[in-house]
């Protein structure tokens, strides 16, 4: 059974920082594509960060030079961190592990992320 679980999420001020989590189980974690999306009321789930299994990395640009991409493949796990925050990052987050040719998506239940003073 595939598991994606997420921490992590929770009320932050603008400007501070945030590290989410999600950890893997169930998946040949370390030749898996990975990758965090977000989800805010009223608004379609965009892409925001995605990792390879080799370790490259792709942004949106809205979090560019904001927020980092990484992965333990010792532990399963693929992290997001997030600095320097704005009202505008508030959403759910997701993680998702990415299809390939022979396996399918599969999708974390999100985390909360609300940034507000």
């Known amino acids: 059974q595939v598991q994606l679980v997420e921490s992590g999420g929770g009320l932050v001020q603008p400007g501070g920082s945030l590290r989410l989590s999600c950890a893997a189980s169930g998946i040949i974690f370390g030749i898996a594509a990975m990758a965090w999306h977000r989800q805010a009321p009223g608004k379609q789930r965009e892409l925001v960060a995605l990792?390879?299994?080799?370790?490259?990395?792709n942004y949106a640009d809205a979090v560019k030079g904001r927020f980092t991409i990484s992965r333990d493949n010792a532990k399963n796990t693929v992290y997001l961190q997030m600095n320097n925050l704005k009202p505008e990052d508030t959403a759910a987050y997701y993680c998702?592990?990415?299809?390939?040719?022979?396996?399918?998506?599969?999708w974390g239940q999100g985390t909360q992320v609300t940034v507000s003073s």
């Open positions: 990792i390879t299994s080799g370790g490259a990395t």
């Open positions: 998702h592990k990415i299809r390939t040719g022979v396996t399918p998506d599969y």
